[in-house]
Nanobody, 122 residues
Framework: QVQVEESGGGLVQAGGSLRLSCAAS????????MAWFRQAPGKQRELVAV???????NYADSVKGRFTISRDNAKNTVYLQMNSLKPEDTAVYYC????????????????WGQGTQVTVSS
């Protein structure tokens, strides 16, 4: 069982920056991937950025060049640095930890935080 907790959301003007943090209760070395999702009112939850244990990262097209996902393995924490924020970035941001158990009988486990609100004013 892994618990994750987000922090760092808030209100910012367009063009500003925020850094979100996601603290995990277990070593993120054992977690296959850490990701950030967001959900705006009336919209589906969407993937924003993902960081795998192998060191690769991937971003939604809408945030490429503006957002950066990084991890501090010593602190079991993943960050999302958000720059050049736009009003359309307004959403609740969720941290997601993905663990895949080793074979035989591999299974995927997803752990979610409660979310942190990011509001970007125009």
């Amino acid at each position: 069982q892994v618990q994750v907790e987000e922090s760092g959301g808030g209100l910012v003007q367009a063009g500003g920056s925020l850094r979100l943090s996601c603290a995990a209760s277990a070593s993120i070395f054992s977690i296959n991937a850490m990701a950030w999702f967001r959900q705006a009112p009336g919209k589906q939850r969407e993937l924003v950025a993902v960081s795998t244990s192998g060191g690769s990262t991937n971003y939604a097209d809408s945030v490429k060049g503006r957002f950066t996902i990084s991890r501090d393995n010593a602190k079991n924490t993943v960050y999302l640095q958000m720059n050049s924020l736009k009003p359309e970035d307004t959403a609740v941001y969720y941290c997601n930890a993905i663990y895949i158990s080793p074979p035989p009988g591999s299974a995927r486990y997803d752990y979610w935080g409660q979310g942190t609100q990011v509001t970007v004013s125009s």
